[in-house]
């Protein structure tokens, strides 16, 4: 693999940090600005509305771009928004912080995935874009908690400084690794544009969109959880953090592989699992290892599908990658806004912490249920 991919497997760390920090400081967050638990969610949702939004708009405005030109500009625009989150004096501030950092994610990862995936053999694709999202595994296994510990030691504002400061060597990394494409042909916008039409490129957008929300319905809340119902400290929220973030990691590499033998299976069977271990954790989160297994494996079993929904939704418009897999990204935090607002509504009606599991388990089948019909849909067209 290309030492380039490294570059962009950094960026991906300090962009993954980002994003999923919040979710181990939502306690400190929510008592320091004087806010509700749910309502210090909605800085998640706000989040992934930003990045929704912001990927198709960013992807268009820096078509004409180089993308070397296009990530390093990105990479800066994170850089700027992080420092805003680490002055951030009160909870409408932070928003609007959350929200310009967002604007990077969305076509950063997106456009990211394209250049990995064309830094190798057509055969290695998606074991590149696996590599590449492994920094967004890592940010799961070093960044989340060492950045969660950080928050909690010296408040929560240290670690955005910290994200800020890994911003800037990631910058430093893609402007000196990655290389430039001297003949890399500008994006035609029309053709962009019209490569969105047909059901099967929407029906794989709306497979992301169910994953990403069966996962954060119950990432989001997984402090409390692991606080209030399994009897863990905020020290231990760390450690727990860390270990699901070593299953993450390895559900990406494995599903990376898995993506490159047979999609169809891979997203099948992924959907298929998300939605058993989800439901098992329901039950399990009332004792420490039972619940540390679990959701282990559940961690697993999440990010084994996101190498695979990344090439899905290319393999479906693959006359427009940059705006496709750049919508993706968008589509996979529709998903995280809907399972962060899912998981806030079930506790708000008094249906208890326990429930948040159940919840992402329905959208994981919703999502298993829109698996089998893209694929079939896709096999009768193939042999029509």
């Given at each position: 693999?290309?030492?380039?991919?490294?570059?962009?497997?950094?960026?991906?760390?300090?962009?993954?940090?980002?994003?999923?920090?919040?979710?181990g400081?939502?306690?400190?967050?929510a008592?320091?600005?004087?806010?509700?638990?749910?309502?210090?969610?909605?800085l998640?949702?706000?989040?992934?509305?930003?990045?929704?939004?912001?990927?198709?708009?960013?992807?268009?405005?820096?078509?004409?771009?180089?993308?070397?030109?296009?990530?390093l500009?990105?990479?800066?625009?994170?850089?700027?928004?992080?420092?805003?989150?680490?002055?951030?004096?009160?909870?409408?501030f932070?928003m609007?912080?959350?929200?310009?950092?967002?604007?990077?994610?969305?076509?950063?990862?997106g456009?990211?995935?394209?250049?990995?995936?064309?830094?190798?053999?057509?055969n290695r694709?998606?074991?590149?874009?696996?590599?590449?999202?492994?920094g967004?595994?890592?940010?799961?296994?070093?960044?989340?908690?060492?950045?969660?510990?950080?928050?909690?030691?010296?408040?929560?504002?240290?670690?955005?400084?910290?994200?800020?400061?890994?911003g800037?060597?990631?910058?430093?990394?893609?402007?000196?690794?990655?290389?430039?494409?001297?003949?890399?042909a500008?994006?035609?916008?029309?053709?962009?544009?019209?490569?969105?039409?047909?059901?099967?490129?929407?029906?794989?957008?709306?497979?992301?969109?169910a994953?990403?929300?069966?996962?954060?319905?119950?990432?989001?809340?997984?402090?409390?959880?692991?606080?209030?119902?399994?009897?863990?400290?905020?020290?231990g929220?760390?450690w727990?953090?860390?270990?699901?973030?070593?299953?993450?990691?390895?559900?990406?590499?494995?599903?990376?592989?898995?993506?490159d033998?047979?999609?169809?299976?891979?997203?099948?069977?992924?959907?298929l699992?998300?939605?058993f271990?989800?439901?098992?954790?329901?039950?399990?989160?009332?004792?420490?290892?039972?619940?540390?297994?679990?959701?282990?494996?559940?961690?697993?079993?999440?990010?084994?599908?996101?190498?695979?929904?990344?090439?899905?939704?290319?393999?479906?418009?693959?006359?427009?990658?940059?705006?496709?897999?750049?919508?993706?990204?968008?589509?996979?935090?529709?998903?995280?806004?809907?399972?962060?607002?899912?998981?806030?509504?079930?506790?708000?009606?008094?249906?208890?912490?326990?429930?948040?599991?159940?919840?992402?388990?329905?959208i994981?089948?919703?999502g298993?249920?829109?698996?089998?019909?893209?694929?079939?849909?896709?096999?009768r067209?193939?042999?029509?």
């Amino acid at each position: 693999m290309p030492v380039s991919l490294l570059a962009l497997a950094l960026s991906a760390f300090a962009i993954g940090t980002t994003e999923f920090v919040i979710m181990g400081l939502l306690p400190e967050v929510a008592g320091d600005l004087q806010v509700s638990i749910p309502s210090a969610g909605w800085l998640i949702s706000g989040y992934a509305l930003g990045v929704a939004i912001g990927a198709p708009i960013m992807a268009l405005l820096t078509a004409k771009l180089p993308r070397k030109n296009t990530l390093l500009l990105l990479m800066v625009i994170f850089i700027f928004g992080n420092i805003m989150c680490a002055l951030g004096y009160n909870y409408d501030f932070l928003m609007l912080a959350r929200i310009v950092t967002a604007l990077c994610h969305g076509a950063f990862f997106g456009i990211g995935a394209v250049v990995a995936a064309n830094l190798v053999p057509p055969n290695r694709r998606a074991s590149a874009v696996a590599l590449m999202f492994t920094g967004l595994t890592l940010a799961n296994v070093l960044g989340v908690p060492l950045g969660t510990a950080l928050g909690q030691a010296l408040g929560w504002r240290s670690t955005f400084w910290a994200v800020a400061v890994i911003g800037v060597l990631s910058l430093l990394a893609l402007y000196s690794k990655l290389p430039a494409v001297e003949d890399e042909a500008p994006t035609d916008l029309k053709k962009e544009l019209a490569a969105l039409r047909g059901g099967g490129i929407w029906l794989s957008l709306l497979m992301t969109v169910a994953f990403a929300a069966s996962m954060f319905a119950l990432f989001t809340y997984i402090a409390p959880l692991l606080t209030e119902v399994t009897g863990i400290s905020s020290q231990g929220v760390s450690w727990t953090l860390l270990l699901m973030g070593v299953g993450l990691t390895l559900g990406n590499i494995v599903g990376g592989r898995l993506a490159d033998w047979r999609l169809p299976v891979t997203l099948t069977c992924t959907f298929l699992v998300i939605a058993f271990f989800a439901a098992l954790f329901s039950w399990t989160s009332h004792s420490m290892v039972p619940a540390e297994m679990t959701l282990f494996l559940w961690a697993a079993a999440a990010f084994a599908a996101v190498p695979a929904l990344q090439i899905n939704v290319v393999t479906y418009g693959k006359k427009a990658p940059n705006l496709v897999s750049t919508l993706n990204i968008a589509a996979f935090n529709v998903g995280n806004a809907i399972g962060a607002w899912v998981g806030g509504v079930v506790i708000a009606q008094g249906m208890g912490l326990t429930s948040v599991p159940l919840a992402a388990a329905a959208i994981a089948l919703l999502g298993l249920v829109l698996c089998l019909v893209t694929f079939s849909r896709a096999k009768r067209l193939a042999s029509a």
